[in-house]
T-cell receptor
Framework: KQEVTQIPAALSVPEGENLVLNCSFT??????LQWFRQDPGKGLTSLLL?????REQTSGRLNASLDKSSGRSTLYIAASQPGDSATYLC?????????????FGEGTQLTVNP | DAGITQSPRYKITETGRQVTLMCHQT?????MFWYRQDLGHGLRLIYY???????DKGEVPDGYVVSRSKTENFPLTLESATRSQTSVYFC????????????FGQGTRLTVV
């Protein structure tokens, strides 16, 4: 059974700092990995999708990497801003079939202090 | 505005009552999903649908019923609500089986008293 772990559970940093959020998964046979952002009381916003054949994806100040063999992904946030404060979730998808669901980690709660 | 919409956003119901959570998407995505989010468990899949009239169980389907008579709608029904079903429910959609993103609704916070 796939298990996804995110460390740390919470992180507080000063504005402007570069930071890394970690995601690890137990079964390396994944189809893709997706990073989401969740604001309090809100839904999930998709940030980046990395296919199993890719090593990284970039969107603005965000860069996500994937190392399937070691079962790890990192989300790098450059020059953090207070508006980046949210919970960040990673989710892995097992396969291409219709029943292939996302397995989520519990998230890292990020606070960026002005 | 296009997207995926859930209703209601908040609901309080009593134990034993039937309650239906609605999900509507305007993208004509084939795949739709229902997840619940609980502390200590993260998000877990309840049911999913690959197309209209095709549904299947996810990880935690007991006590829930779904239907999908139209591509754009995917309602989730709690037949007889229990306190353990107090949770935040998220509906999601995806275009198809290929490598595409999943998009989530804003969630419905359900409290069973």
């Amino acid at each position: 059974k796939q298990e996804v772990t995110q460390i740390p559970a919470a992180l507080s940093v000063p504005e402007g700092e570069n930071l890394v959020l970690n995601c690890s998964f137990t079964d390396s046979a994944i189809y893709n990995l997706q990073w989401f952002r969740q604001d309090p009381g809100k839904g999930l916003t998709s940030l980046l999708l990395i296919q199993s054949s890719q090593r990284e994806q970039t969107s603005g100040r965000l860069n996500a990497s994937l190392d399937k063999s070691s079962g790890r992904s990192t989300l790098y946030i450059a020059a953090s801003q207070p508006g980046d404060s949210a919970t960040y979730l990673c989710a892995v998808r097992r396969g291409e079939t219709s029943g292939s669901r996302l397995t989520f980690g519990e998230g890292t709660q990020l606070t960026v202090n002005p | 505005d296009a997207g995926i919409t859930q209703s209601p956003r908040y609901k309080i119901t009593e134990t034993g009552r039937q309650v239906t959570l609605m999900c509507h998407q305007t993208w004509s995505h084939s795949y739709m999903f229902w997840y619940r989010q609980d502390l200590g468990h993260g998000l877990r899949l309840i049911y999913y649908s690959a197309a209209a009239d095709i549904t299947d169980k996810g990880e935690v389907p007991d006590g829930y019923v779904v239907s999908r008579s139209k591509t754009e709608n995917f309602p989730l029904t709690l037949e007889s609500a229990t306190r353990s079903q107090t949770s935040v429910y998220f509906c999601a959609s995806r275009t198809g089986p290929s490598n595409t993103e999943a998009f989530f609704g804003q969630g419905t916070r359900l409290t069973v008293v």
